[in-house]
């Protein structure tokens, strides 16, 4: 009976580890994003952590104006890539991200809701650097 009780604790134990693991700690996907950022804040009850939102342009018509445009919003835990993030304010910027399928309160907000893609939930996306600030190309006078 014992050994039941001891394998049955061992199982429930390893099952619950590889449970955290794969959802808060394994990353599901990393890449880059382009876009500009217009937001930027340290913000949190408990735990106080970095928030960005950075707005990615759409398709463009013909006619120059932008057809549709999305909002990528991540966390940042460095605080020296925060500064960098906050000086960056109003630039078109390129993001390196890890995207994880859960979120931990301590690694930022929420946004799976709000990150929602083509009817998916989408996790936390954590933002680990800055790969390019890009500046604009010169606009032409008519």
């Not at 604790?9 to 959802?23: D, E, M, P, Q, S």
Request: charged residues 20%; hydrophobic residues 40%.
């Amino acid at each position: 009976m014992r050994r039941i009780a001891f394998l049955s604790t061992l199982f429930l134990l390893l099952f619950v580890a590889g449970y955290i693991y794969w959802f808060y700690f394994n990353s599901f996907s990393d890449g880059a994003r382009e876009g500009v950022l217009i937001k930027f804040s340290r913000k949190g009850n408990i735990f106080k952590t970095y928030e960005g939102e950075l707005v990615q342009p759409g398709l463009r018509s013909m006619q120059g104006g932008v057809i549709n445009s999305t909002v990528f919003l991540f966390s940042v835990s460095d605080i020296s890539l925060a500064s960098k993030l906050n000086n960056a304010l109003g630039k078109n910027i390129k993001v390196h991200y890890v995207q994880y399928r859960k979120c931990l309160p301590w690694r930022g907000e929420n946004y799976n809701v709000k990150n929602n893609e083509n009817g998916q939930y989408n996790g936390q996306y954590m933002v680990d650097r800055i790969e390019d600030i890009i500046n604009p190309a010169p606009t032409q006078g008519l």
